[in-house]
């Protein structure tokens, strides 16, 4: 099935955040894509595997951006729920990779504070499976970045179907990443293998906001797979 339009009439996301809360996240922990090396200023925390849930300590420095902009897909910008945007529309790009955030108010309170693209210092939690960070500080880092963020700029995934359950927040059920949908039902494609992928919001022919209509149901998503794990979405069908 195609996707539709991108424009979300504010019912439609009003009955959405209103739906009930899908089933509970079983699927497989992995520590793949943590952190994984300190430099000698300890600006990189070496992380903690806490056995049982997948989550390790976050400590980094990087660049917070936006996740359409930073993969050169940034659309139509005039139909944007701003809301969304503040969570589900930012990547932090770091030394190791590209990260992607919860849809939380905690995270909300932290993101709303920052205008544009910025430097910080993110310390946390991270979901290492869906390289999902949950933010518990910030702090403004001056100078420039030691590494290249250009490699990311129009970066050209690779388009591959994979089926897995269509899942939000309240579904992700990681207690210490403090998961809530009171943002509304936001969604991401849990795999088979247990791996969480996110949405690319607000693409020009890859319009995310059509999986929130697949409330914590099995869907065969086709799209390009990108740096963070993120996908932007060609097709999405149930299963």
Do not use: W
């Not at 000698?40 to 917070?64: E, I, Y």
């Not at 880092?141 to 179907?161: C, H, I, L, R, S």
């Not at 943002?183 to 059509?210: N, P, T």
């Amino acid at each position: 099935m195609t996707l539709p339009g991108r424009h979300i009439p504010a019912m439609l996301i009003l009955l959405v955040s209103l739906a009930g809360c899908g089933q509970s996240d079983g699927g497989a922990d992995s520590t793949e894509g943590a952190a994984s090396h300190a430099d000698a200023n300890s600006d990189t925390a070496r992380p903690q595997v806490v056995p049982g849930d997948g989550v390790v300590d976050f400590k980094q420095k990087g660049v917070l951006t936006s996740a359409a902009a930073l993969f050169g897909l940034d659309g139509d910008r005039e139909s944007l729920d701003m809301v969304r945007t503040v969570t589900s529309d930012r990547a932090f790009v770091t030394a190791d990779g590209v990260y992607a955030f919860l849809e939380t108010p905690g995270n909300f309170a932290h993101l709303a504070q920052v205008k544009g693209e910025q430097s910080l210092l993110i310390k946390g939690k991270l979901l290492a499976r869906g390289r999902l960070v949950h933010i518990e500080s910030t702090q403004p880092v001056e100078g420039k970045v030691p590494f290249d963020m250009t490699k990311y700029y129009a970066y050209d995934g690779q388009v591959t179907t994979m089926t897995g359950v269509n899942k939000c927040m309240c579904g992700i059920k990681i207690a210490r990443m403090h998961p809530s949908c009171e943002l509304g039902h936001l969604h991401h494609l849990v795999a088979a293998d247990g791996k969480i992928y996110h949405y690319v919001q607000f693409a020009d022919g890859a319009d995310a906001a059509a999986t929130m209509k697949y409330h914590s149901m099995p869907v065969s998503v086709t799209g390009r797979i990108l740096p963070g794990q993120f996908i932007s979405v060609e097709t999405i069908e149930t299963r």
